[in-house]
Protein backbone atom coordinates (compact mmCIF):
# COMPACT_ATOMS: atom_id res chain seq x y z
CA UNK A 1 0.00 0.00 0.00
CA UNK A 2 2.74 2.17 0.63
CA UNK A 3 4.16 1.50 -2.93
CA UNK A 4 0.74 2.47 -4.01
CA UNK A 5 0.28 6.16 -2.04
CA UNK A 6 3.61 7.11 -2.86
CA UNK A 7 2.87 6.44 -7.12
CA UNK A 8 -0.20 8.90 -6.36
CA UNK A 9 1.36 11.23 -4.32
CA UNK A 10 4.07 11.61 -7.39
CA UNK A 11 1.55 11.81 -10.03
CA UNK A 12 -0.07 15.02 -7.98
CA UNK A 13 3.15 16.25 -7.60
CA UNK A 14 3.85 16.21 -11.53
CA UNK A 15 0.15 17.67 -12.21
CA UNK A 16 0.84 20.53 -9.69
CA UNK A 17 3.98 21.31 -11.76
CA UNK A 18 2.50 21.18 -15.17
CA UNK A 19 0.12 23.70 -13.63
CA UNK A 20 2.41 26.54 -13.34
CA UNK A 21 3.17 25.96 -16.64
CA UNK A 22 -0.40 25.63 -17.71
CA UNK A 23 -1.25 28.85 -16.33
CA UNK A 24 1.27 30.82 -17.90
CA UNK A 25 0.45 29.06 -21.08
CA UNK A 26 -3.35 30.04 -20.87
CA UNK A 27 -2.46 34.28 -20.09
CA UNK A 28 -0.15 33.87 -22.87
CA UNK A 29 2.50 34.51 -21.66
CA UNK A 30 6.14 32.84 -20.56
CA UNK A 31 6.46 31.62 -16.89
CA UNK A 32 7.66 33.75 -14.59
CA UNK A 33 10.57 32.68 -12.28
CA UNK A 34 8.68 32.43 -9.78
CA UNK A 35 6.83 29.41 -11.49
CA UNK A 36 9.92 28.31 -12.93
CA UNK A 37 11.09 27.59 -9.39
CA UNK A 38 8.36 26.08 -7.85
CA UNK A 39 7.85 23.65 -10.99
CA UNK A 40 11.71 22.75 -10.73
CA UNK A 41 10.68 21.99 -7.00
CA UNK A 42 7.85 20.07 -7.79
CA UNK A 43 9.49 18.00 -10.13
CA UNK A 44 12.65 17.62 -8.33
CA UNK A 45 10.20 15.97 -5.31
CA UNK A 46 8.43 13.60 -7.44
CA UNK A 47 12.08 12.45 -8.80
CA UNK A 48 13.18 11.79 -5.13
CA UNK A 49 9.34 9.78 -4.60
CA UNK A 50 10.15 7.69 -8.15
CA UNK A 51 13.83 7.09 -6.15
CA UNK A 52 11.92 6.26 -2.81
CA UNK A 53 9.69 3.66 -4.85
CA UNK A 54 12.54 2.19 -6.29
CA UNK A 55 14.17 1.55 -3.12
CA UNK A 56 11.79 -0.14 -1.53
CA UNK A 57 10.93 -2.40 -4.16
CA UNK A 58 14.14 -3.53 -4.35
CA UNK A 59 14.24 -3.87 -0.32
CA UNK A 60 11.68 -5.94 -1.07
CA UNK A 61 13.55 -8.64 -3.47
CA UNK A 62 16.38 -8.08 -1.03
CA UNK A 63 14.65 -9.10 2.15
CA UNK A 64 12.85 -12.34 -0.15
CA UNK A 65 16.78 -13.05 -1.54
CA UNK A 66 18.08 -12.99 2.39
CA UNK A 67 15.21 -15.51 3.29
CA UNK A 68 16.10 -17.80 0.08
CA UNK A 69 19.93 -17.56 1.29
CA UNK A 70 19.27 -18.64 4.70
CA UNK A 71 17.38 -21.37 3.63
CA UNK A 72 19.59 -22.43 1.35
CA UNK A 73 22.62 -22.12 4.16
CA UNK A 74 20.58 -24.30 6.43
CA UNK A 75 20.89 -27.04 3.48
CA UNK A 76 23.97 -26.83 2.92
CA UNK A 77 25.21 -27.51 6.56
CA UNK A 78 22.65 -30.08 6.93
CA UNK A 79 23.97 -31.95 3.95
CA UNK A 80 27.49 -31.18 5.44
CA UNK A 81 26.48 -32.97 8.43
CA UNK A 82 25.39 -36.12 6.13
CA UNK A 83 28.58 -37.37 5.37
CA UNK A 84 27.83 -40.93 4.73
CA UNK A 85 26.98 -40.50 1.86
CA UNK A 86 29.98 -38.96 0.06
CA UNK A 87 28.87 -39.28 -3.58
CA UNK A 88 25.49 -37.34 -2.56
CA UNK A 89 24.91 -34.65 -5.38
CA UNK A 90 22.29 -32.62 -6.54
CA UNK A 91 21.97 -30.44 -9.40
CA UNK A 92 20.34 -26.82 -9.01
CA UNK A 93 19.23 -24.65 -11.88
CA UNK A 94 19.10 -20.59 -10.66
CA UNK A 95 16.82 -18.73 -13.35
CA UNK A 96 18.28 -15.43 -14.32
CA UNK A 97 15.86 -12.56 -15.52
CA UNK A 98 14.68 -13.22 -18.97
CA UNK A 99 16.05 -10.82 -21.85
CA UNK A 100 13.78 -7.96 -23.38
CA UNK A 101 12.97 -10.64 -26.01
CA UNK A 102 12.11 -13.53 -24.06
CA UNK A 103 14.71 -15.47 -24.02
CA UNK A 104 14.95 -17.57 -20.59
CA UNK A 105 18.29 -18.12 -19.14
CA UNK A 106 19.96 -19.99 -16.21
CA UNK A 107 22.73 -21.49 -14.52
CA UNK A 108 22.94 -24.99 -13.92
CA UNK A 109 24.98 -25.67 -10.41
CA UNK A 110 26.11 -28.96 -9.27
CA UNK A 111 25.59 -29.18 -5.58
CA UNK A 112 27.94 -31.74 -4.08
CA UNK A 113 30.72 -32.17 -0.71
CA UNK A 114 33.04 -30.24 -2.62
CA UNK A 115 30.43 -27.74 -3.37
CA UNK A 116 29.70 -27.52 0.04
CA UNK A 117 33.05 -27.34 0.88
CA UNK A 118 33.93 -24.39 -1.42
CA UNK A 119 31.14 -22.34 -0.06
CA UNK A 120 32.61 -22.81 3.92
CA UNK A 121 35.86 -22.17 2.16
CA UNK A 122 34.78 -18.40 0.95
CA UNK A 123 32.84 -17.26 3.46
CA UNK A 124 36.09 -17.61 5.51
CA UNK A 125 37.84 -16.14 2.85
CA UNK A 126 35.64 -12.97 3.19
CA UNK A 127 36.10 -12.86 6.90
CA UNK A 128 39.90 -13.58 7.45
CA UNK A 129 41.09 -13.62 4.12
CA UNK A 130 43.46 -15.93 2.11
CA UNK A 131 45.44 -16.02 5.54
CA UNK A 132 42.68 -18.34 7.28
CA UNK A 133 42.51 -20.85 4.58
CA UNK A 134 43.97 -24.13 4.60
CA UNK A 135 45.91 -25.17 1.61
CA UNK A 136 43.01 -27.37 0.53
CA UNK A 137 40.55 -24.76 0.55
CA UNK A 138 42.61 -21.98 -1.26
CA UNK A 139 43.22 -25.05 -4.20
CA UNK A 140 39.44 -25.27 -4.01
CA UNK A 141 39.05 -21.50 -4.89
CA UNK A 142 42.31 -20.85 -6.64
CA UNK A 143 41.01 -22.27 -10.45
CA UNK A 144 41.93 -19.57 -12.56
CA UNK A 145 45.52 -19.10 -12.57
CA UNK A 146 45.70 -15.78 -14.88
CA UNK A 147 44.17 -14.05 -11.97
CA UNK A 148 47.28 -14.34 -9.92
CA UNK A 149 48.02 -11.89 -7.13
CA UNK A 150 46.40 -13.60 -4.53
CA UNK A 151 42.50 -13.36 -6.44
CA UNK A 152 40.69 -16.73 -5.85
CA UNK A 153 37.53 -17.51 -7.76
CA UNK A 154 34.01 -17.61 -6.12
CA UNK A 155 31.72 -20.49 -5.94
CA UNK A 156 29.64 -20.40 -8.71
CA UNK A 157 26.55 -20.02 -6.83
CA UNK A 158 27.74 -16.32 -5.80
CA UNK A 159 28.54 -15.85 -9.11
CA UNK A 160 25.23 -16.25 -10.48
CA UNK A 161 23.42 -14.62 -7.59
CA UNK A 162 26.10 -11.81 -8.56
CA UNK A 163 24.36 -11.79 -12.24
CA UNK A 164 21.16 -11.62 -11.22
CA UNK A 165 21.74 -8.99 -8.66
CA UNK A 166 23.55 -6.71 -11.84
CA UNK A 167 20.36 -7.64 -13.94
CA UNK A 168 18.07 -6.44 -11.03
CA UNK A 169 20.15 -3.15 -10.57
CA UNK A 170 21.40 -2.00 -14.07
CA UNK A 171 18.37 -0.56 -16.41
CA UNK A 172 20.50 -1.59 -19.74
CA UNK A 173 20.56 -5.13 -18.04
CA UNK A 174 16.74 -5.12 -17.76
CA UNK A 175 15.98 -3.87 -21.34
CA UNK A 176 18.43 -5.17 -23.22
CA UNK A 177 19.15 -8.56 -24.28
CA UNK A 178 21.53 -10.67 -21.56
CA UNK A 179 22.57 -13.60 -23.25
CA UNK A 180 23.39 -16.64 -21.48
CA UNK A 181 27.23 -16.79 -19.31
CA UNK A 182 30.28 -17.48 -21.43
CA UNK A 183 31.47 -20.24 -19.41
CA UNK A 184 34.99 -21.56 -21.46
CA UNK A 185 35.41 -19.69 -24.76
CA UNK A 186 37.35 -16.14 -23.97
CA UNK A 187 35.17 -14.56 -26.69
CA UNK A 188 31.64 -15.16 -28.93
CA UNK A 189 31.66 -13.75 -32.60
CA UNK A 190 28.12 -13.68 -33.85
CA UNK A 191 26.59 -12.49 -37.40
CA UNK A 192 25.37 -9.34 -38.23
CA UNK A 193 23.36 -8.72 -41.14
CA UNK A 194 24.35 -5.73 -42.60
CA UNK A 195 22.41 -5.57 -45.99
CA UNK A 196 18.77 -6.68 -46.32
CA UNK A 197 17.76 -9.01 -49.65
CA UNK A 198 16.12 -7.75 -52.32
CA UNK A 199 12.57 -7.46 -52.07
CA UNK A 200 10.91 -11.15 -53.37
CA UNK A 201 10.18 -11.31 -57.45
CA UNK A 202 6.62 -11.82 -58.31
CA UNK A 203 7.02 -15.07 -61.03
CA UNK A 204 5.46 -18.05 -62.36
CA UNK A 205 4.36 -21.39 -60.22
CA UNK A 206 7.92 -23.43 -61.31
CA UNK A 207 10.07 -19.96 -61.38
CA UNK A 208 12.80 -19.66 -58.44
CA UNK A 209 12.66 -15.31 -58.61
CA UNK A 210 16.33 -13.61 -59.64
CA UNK A 211 19.26 -14.24 -57.80
CA UNK A 212 19.89 -11.91 -54.68
CA UNK A 213 22.81 -10.38 -54.90
CA UNK A 214 23.02 -7.60 -51.90
CA UNK A 215 22.16 -9.53 -49.13
CA UNK A 216 25.67 -9.45 -47.00
CA UNK A 217 27.04 -10.77 -43.33
CA UNK A 218 29.50 -9.26 -40.98
CA UNK A 219 30.85 -10.72 -37.79
CA UNK A 220 31.00 -8.51 -34.32
CA UNK A 221 33.27 -10.01 -31.99
CA UNK A 222 32.33 -10.21 -28.02
CA UNK A 223 34.86 -10.38 -25.65
CA UNK A 224 34.12 -9.68 -21.84
CA UNK A 225 36.54 -7.70 -20.69
CA UNK A 226 37.35 -7.29 -16.85
CA UNK A 227 35.94 -4.58 -14.73
CA UNK A 228 37.71 -4.46 -11.60
CA UNK A 229 35.85 -2.55 -7.97
CA UNK A 230 37.26 -2.01 -4.57
CA UNK A 231 35.36 -1.82 -1.29
CA UNK A 232 35.60 -1.39 2.14
CA UNK A 233 33.05 -3.08 4.76
CA UNK A 234 32.86 -2.40 8.72
CA UNK A 235 34.74 -5.54 10.23
CA UNK A 236 32.13 -5.26 12.95
CA UNK A 237 29.34 -5.23 10.40
CA UNK A 238 30.83 -8.03 8.48
CA UNK A 239 31.16 -10.36 11.83
CA UNK A 240 27.77 -9.46 13.70
CA UNK A 241 25.61 -8.61 10.83
CA UNK A 242 22.12 -10.93 10.18
CA UNK A 243 23.37 -11.33 6.70
CA UNK A 244 25.49 -13.84 5.64
CA UNK A 245 28.91 -12.23 4.78
CA UNK A 246 28.49 -14.05 1.36
CA UNK A 247 25.65 -11.74 0.69
CA UNK A 248 26.60 -8.37 1.97
CA UNK A 249 29.71 -8.87 0.29
CA UNK A 250 27.39 -9.46 -2.88
CA UNK A 251 24.91 -6.83 -2.23
CA UNK A 252 27.51 -3.95 -2.40
CA UNK A 253 29.46 -5.54 -5.15
CA UNK A 254 26.59 -5.76 -7.11
CA UNK A 255 26.04 -2.09 -6.61
CA UNK A 256 29.74 -1.28 -7.68
CA UNK A 257 29.85 -2.98 -10.64
CA UNK A 258 26.45 -2.09 -11.73
CA UNK A 259 27.78 1.83 -12.28
CA UNK A 260 30.84 0.67 -14.38
CA UNK A 261 28.74 -1.22 -16.58
CA UNK A 262 25.81 0.95 -16.67
CA UNK A 263 28.30 3.55 -17.69
CA UNK A 264 29.85 1.04 -20.22
CA UNK A 265 26.52 -0.24 -21.84
CA UNK A 266 25.73 3.32 -22.10
CA UNK A 267 29.04 5.40 -23.14
CA UNK A 268 30.90 2.76 -23.73
CA UNK A 269 33.86 3.44 -26.17
CA UNK A 270 34.19 0.05 -27.27
CA UNK A 271 37.77 -1.18 -26.74
CA UNK A 272 38.52 -2.94 -23.60
CA UNK A 273 34.77 -1.99 -22.76
CA UNK A 274 31.19 -2.02 -23.70
CA UNK A 275 30.40 -0.07 -26.83
CA UNK A 276 27.54 2.25 -25.48
CA UNK A 277 24.92 3.27 -27.63
CA UNK A 278 25.98 6.96 -27.35
CA UNK A 279 29.05 6.01 -29.12
CA UNK A 280 28.68 7.16 -32.38
CA UNK A 281 30.42 4.23 -34.22
CA UNK A 282 30.25 2.00 -37.30
CA UNK A 283 30.71 -1.27 -35.04
CA UNK A 284 27.65 0.20 -33.35
CA UNK A 285 25.33 2.71 -34.13
CA UNK A 286 26.33 5.09 -36.55
CA UNK A 287 25.70 9.03 -36.47
CA UNK A 288 23.46 7.86 -39.79
CA UNK A 289 20.80 7.38 -36.55
CA UNK A 290 21.35 10.51 -35.13
CA UNK A 291 17.74 12.59 -35.74
CA UNK A 292 17.80 16.32 -34.70
CA UNK A 293 15.50 17.68 -37.26
CA UNK A 294 12.67 20.25 -35.27
CA UNK A 295 14.57 19.86 -31.92
CA UNK A 296 16.33 23.38 -30.94
CA UNK A 297 19.72 23.94 -30.08
CA UNK A 298 18.89 24.19 -26.11
CA UNK A 299 15.60 22.04 -26.36
CA UNK A 300 13.88 18.69 -27.44
CA UNK A 301 10.41 19.71 -29.41
CA UNK A 302 7.25 17.26 -29.95
CA UNK A 303 7.81 17.38 -33.31
CA UNK A 304 11.65 16.61 -32.75
CA UNK A 305 10.79 13.32 -30.90
CA UNK A 306 8.48 12.04 -33.31
CA UNK A 307 10.74 12.14 -35.82
CA UNK A 308 12.34 9.98 -33.43
CA UNK A 309 10.02 7.98 -33.14
CA UNK A 310 9.34 7.24 -36.85
CA UNK A 311 12.88 7.40 -38.16
CA UNK A 312 12.38 3.67 -36.64
CA UNK A 313 10.69 1.37 -38.32
CA UNK A 314 7.15 -0.18 -37.34
CA UNK A 315 8.90 -3.42 -36.35
CA UNK A 316 11.27 -1.87 -34.02
CA UNK A 317 8.67 0.22 -32.50
CA UNK A 318 6.43 -2.07 -31.43
CA UNK A 319 9.10 -2.97 -28.78
CA UNK A 320 10.66 0.16 -28.59
CA UNK A 321 11.58 1.86 -25.33
CA UNK A 322 12.62 5.49 -24.75
CA UNK A 323 15.88 6.05 -22.55
CA UNK A 324 16.67 9.76 -20.86
CA UNK A 325 18.20 11.01 -17.94
CA UNK A 326 16.37 12.31 -14.71
CA UNK A 327 17.01 15.82 -16.01
CA UNK A 328 15.27 15.09 -19.75
CA UNK A 329 12.15 13.81 -17.65
CA UNK A 330 12.14 17.60 -16.13
CA UNK A 331 11.83 18.47 -19.88
CA UNK A 332 9.52 16.28 -20.99
CA UNK A 333 7.38 17.14 -18.49
CA UNK A 334 6.89 20.21 -20.04
CA UNK A 335 6.04 19.56 -24.03
CA UNK A 336 2.46 19.40 -24.90
CA UNK A 337 1.41 17.88 -28.73
CA UNK A 338 -0.74 19.69 -31.41
CA UNK A 339 -3.82 19.48 -29.17
CA UNK A 340 -2.17 20.99 -26.00
CA UNK A 341 -2.05 17.42 -24.19
CA UNK A 342 1.08 16.45 -22.45
CA UNK A 343 3.04 13.71 -24.23
CA UNK A 344 4.90 11.96 -20.62
CA UNK A 345 3.15 10.48 -18.46
CA UNK A 346 4.27 9.54 -15.11
CA UNK A 347 3.28 5.49 -14.07
CA UNK A 348 0.85 5.15 -10.90
CA UNK A 349 1.31 1.58 -10.62
CA UNK A 350 4.62 -0.30 -9.32
CA UNK A 351 6.76 -1.83 -11.51
CA UNK A 352 5.04 -0.48 -14.70
CA UNK A 353 7.15 2.17 -16.46
CA UNK A 354 6.26 5.47 -17.35
CA UNK A 355 5.16 6.40 -20.92
CA UNK A 356 6.48 8.91 -23.45
CA UNK A 357 4.35 9.07 -26.88
CA UNK A 358 2.56 5.48 -25.67
CA UNK A 359 5.89 3.72 -25.56
CA UNK A 360 7.57 2.95 -22.15
CA UNK A 361 9.82 5.10 -20.93
CA UNK A 362 13.10 4.30 -18.40
CA UNK A 363 15.37 6.42 -16.60
CA UNK A 364 19.09 6.32 -16.18
CA UNK A 365 22.20 8.90 -14.35
CA UNK A 366 24.47 8.11 -16.95
CA UNK A 367 22.71 9.04 -20.61
CA UNK A 368 23.62 12.31 -21.39
CA UNK A 369 22.37 15.62 -20.13
CA UNK A 370 24.28 18.76 -21.13
CA UNK A 371 21.57 20.19 -23.33
CA UNK A 372 23.71 22.10 -25.58
CA UNK A 373 24.05 22.10 -29.72
CA UNK A 374 24.91 18.89 -31.34
CA UNK A 375 24.57 16.76 -27.99
CA UNK A 376 22.51 13.43 -27.39
CA UNK A 377 20.11 13.56 -24.53
CA UNK A 378 18.44 10.83 -25.17
CA UNK A 379 17.68 7.24 -27.50
CA UNK A 380 14.73 5.02 -28.24
CA UNK A 381 15.08 1.75 -29.51
CA UNK A 382 13.97 -1.90 -29.45
CA UNK A 383 17.00 -3.14 -27.09
CA UNK A 384 16.58 -6.69 -27.69
CA UNK A 385 19.19 -5.49 -30.08
CA UNK A 386 21.60 -4.68 -27.58
CA UNK A 387 23.43 -7.63 -26.31
CA UNK A 388 25.45 -8.19 -23.46
CA UNK A 389 27.78 -11.04 -22.53
CA UNK A 390 29.12 -12.11 -19.42
CA UNK A 391 31.89 -14.60 -18.52
CA UNK A 392 31.11 -16.39 -15.67
CA UNK A 393 34.00 -15.63 -13.86
CA UNK A 394 34.34 -13.75 -10.57
CA UNK A 395 37.11 -13.48 -8.64
CA UNK A 396 38.27 -11.58 -5.23
CA UNK A 397 40.90 -10.27 -3.05
CA UNK A 398 40.60 -9.91 0.47
CA UNK A 399 42.63 -7.30 1.97
CA UNK A 400 41.81 -8.10 5.63
CA UNK A 401 45.14 -5.81 7.17
CA UNK A 402 45.45 -3.32 4.84
CA UNK A 403 42.57 -1.12 6.49
CA UNK A 404 42.79 -2.60 10.29
CA UNK A 405 43.03 1.02 11.80
CA UNK A 406 39.94 2.04 10.53
CA UNK A 407 38.03 -1.39 11.58
CA UNK A 408 37.24 -2.24 7.84
CA UNK A 409 37.89 -4.84 5.64
CA UNK A 410 38.63 -4.49 2.16
CA UNK A 411 37.34 -6.01 -1.07
CA UNK A 412 38.78 -6.30 -4.39
CA UNK A 413 36.26 -7.57 -7.67
CA UNK A 414 37.02 -8.62 -10.97
CA UNK A 415 33.88 -9.22 -13.66
CA UNK A 416 33.90 -9.67 -16.79
CA UNK A 417 31.41 -8.32 -19.35
CA UNK A 418 30.96 -7.05 -22.86
CA UNK A 419 28.00 -5.27 -24.90
CA UNK A 420 27.04 -3.47 -27.88
CA UNK A 421 24.49 -3.09 -30.25
CA UNK A 422 24.16 -5.23 -33.53
CA UNK A 423 21.55 -3.89 -35.32
CA UNK A 424 21.55 0.19 -35.69
CA UNK A 425 18.52 0.38 -37.63
CA UNK A 426 16.53 -0.81 -34.34
CA UNK A 427 18.02 2.92 -32.46
CA UNK A 428 16.85 6.47 -32.94
CA UNK A 429 19.36 9.09 -31.07
CA UNK A 430 17.68 12.37 -29.77
CA UNK A 431 20.14 14.59 -31.28
CA UNK A 432 19.65 18.82 -30.36
CA UNK A 433 19.53 21.16 -33.35
Same mark, same amino acid.
Given at each position: ?48 ? /? ?116 ? !? ?17 ? @? ?52 ? @? ?29 ? /? ?8 ? !? ?29 ? /? ?120
Amino acid at each position: MIVKEMLEKRAGLIEQARGFMDKAKTEKREPTAEERAAFDKAMDDAATL /KANVDRVTRLEGEEKELRTVRERRGELETAEKNKGDEQRSERRVIELRPSVSGVNRSITIECNQAMIAEQRAFSRLLLDGPKGLSGEEIRALQKDRDTGGGYLSAPMEFKAQLIQKLD !DDVIMRQIGNVLPPVTTAD @SLGFPTLENDPDDADWTTELGTGNEDSTMSFGRREFKPEPAAKRLKISETLVRR @SGIPVDGLVKDRLGYKFGITQEKGYLNGSGA /KQPLGVFTAS !DQGISTGRDVSTDNTTTAMTFNGLKNAEFFI /KAGYRRRASWLFHRDGIRELAKIVDGEGRYIWAGSVVAGRPDMLLNMPFYESEYVPNTFETGLYVGILGDFSYYWIVDALTFTIKVLAELYAETNQIGYIGRFESDGMPILEEAFARVKLG
